[in-house]
Structures are given as C-alpha cells and as structure tokens.
T-cell receptor, first 113, second 118 residues
Framework: AAGVIQSPRHLIKEKRETATLKCYPI?????VYWYQQGPGQDPQFLIS???????DKGSIPDRFSAQQFSDYHSELNMSSLELGDSALYFC????????????FGSGTQLSVL | AQKITQTQPGMFVQEKEAVTLDCTYD???????LFWYKQPSSGEMIFLIY??????QNATEGRYSLNFQKARKSANLVISASQLGDSAMYFC???????????????FGTGTRLTIIP
C-alpha cells in the first residue's frame, strides 16, 4: 500500500539559508499535518491543511511557511535557518472525518550547521 | 498540565515476554482518540493501534493490544511475545476536541524507550 512520501530524506543547510521540505500524502487523503521532532523530544505540531486550506496552526515560527497544492502534496518552506531548527520533520496524512488513523512519512532530517 | 503522560522513560524486557507500556491522558472532551506509534532508531513513525473514546472493546492489532480504562484515563499498550525487532521508542498520542476537518492534530507523550534483551 502507498505510504506518505517525504523528500528529501536528509538535508544539510548553513545558518541563514532556506530549505524546502516536500510531502506527498497517501492517495485520497485530503489532510496533511507537519510535525517537528527535536533530538530526544516528542513530535510537536506545526501546521495542518485540509483541502488546500490551512486548518490549524501550532508552534510554527514566523520564518516557516507551508502550503498544500491542488494535487494535495504539501511543502514546508523554512527561511533564515537557525541551529535550533535542526530536527526531524514529519509529515502525516489522513482522511478528514473518516479514517481515524494518522499515517506518518519517514521524515526529513534537517541539520543546520 | 501534561495531556499525555508516559511515566516509563526506558524499559528492558526479555525476549518472548509480554510487555506493558503505560500511558495516561487528560482531557475534558467526551470525544477523543488514542494512538500508539513506534519509532525505531531509523526514525520513521509507525502507526500501531488506535482506540476511540466511544469504542466499547479494547483495540487489538496482531501482537498489540490497547488496555483502555476510561475511568482511569489510561491507555496502556500491551505487546505479547516480544521480539528483538520491538526495540524502539514508543509514543502514546491523543487527538481531542476537533471542531472541523483538518483540526485533528495529535498531542504526543514523551515516549518510552523499549529494549528487548535476547
């Protein structure tokens, strides 16, 4: 069965650079969630989209933005990167109001040097 | 207050034994969902099992079962006949209070690192 696809798997950036993370949800899933997991931490919710509209917002820095496109894939754009942005970034997808399960991608490991 | 509490930072269990990972939650919402995820050292987050607040029976998925005690607000994960491949970080998570589609985010506990000993 198709899963949530995230790219790239690993990303190394310098301070003050920008990064774009991509997420392709499971086919037919209309909702995408982004989470950030720092080293040794639990995942923290950043932002979500339902039917291409932002549906909820968590602790996402103003330097970050995201969107969901017409094909339901989503991108997380991160600017002015800081050392503290180094983390594992997960995307998850679900079928809103139907399937209760939230499926995660394998994550993008971002390292800011 | 913590919404999800996992009181066992680490556990060591002999292979083939059963193991129970504890999870308590805090919510005033009558409708909520509880999840368990496994995170191996490779990093991916693997869905294991789900329990809805209105489900009458405890959820089971193969070797995984969820011991749901609503009055105690606990949702412990039970793994039967543990295997070496079960060594991983385990997170309990809750979805609550969603008011519209796309507002169904999860709140995670701090996790339990399970190590299976041969």
């Amino acid at each position: 069965a198709a899963g949530v696809i995230q790219s790239p798997r690993h990303l190394i950036k310098e301070k003050r650079e920008t990064a774009t993370l991509k997420c392709y949800p499971i086919p037919r899933h209309d909702t995408v969630y982004w989470y950030q997991q720092g080293p040794g931490q639990d995942p923290q919710f950043l932002i979500s989209f339902y039917e291409k509209m932002q549906s909820d917002k968590g602790s996402i820095p103003d330097r970050f933005s995201a969107q969901q496109f017409s094909d339901y894939h989503s991108e997380l754009n991160m600017s002015s990167l800081e050392l503290g942005d180094s983390a594992l970034y997960f995307c998850a997808s679900s079928l809103a109001g139907g399937d209760e399960k939230l499926f995660f991608g394998s994550g993008t490991q971002l390292s800011v040097l | 207050a913590q919404k999800i509490t996992q009181t066992q930072p680490g556990m060591f269990v002999q292979e083939k034994e059963a193991v129970t990972l504890d999870c308590t939650y805090d919510t005033s919402d009558p409708s909520y969902g509880l999840f368990w995820y496994k995170q191996p050292s490779s990093g991916e987050m693997i869905f294991l099992i789900y329990q809805g607040s209105y489900d009458q029976q405890n959820a089971t998925e193969g070797r995984y079962s969820l011991n749901f005690q609503k009055a105690r607000k606990s949702a412990n994960l039970v793994i039967s006949a543990s295997q070496l491949g079960d060594s991983a970080m385990y997170f309990c998570a809750m979805r609550e209070g969603w008011t519209n589609f796309g507002n169904e985010k999860l709140t995670f506990g701090t996790g339990t690192r399970l190590t299976i000993i041969p």
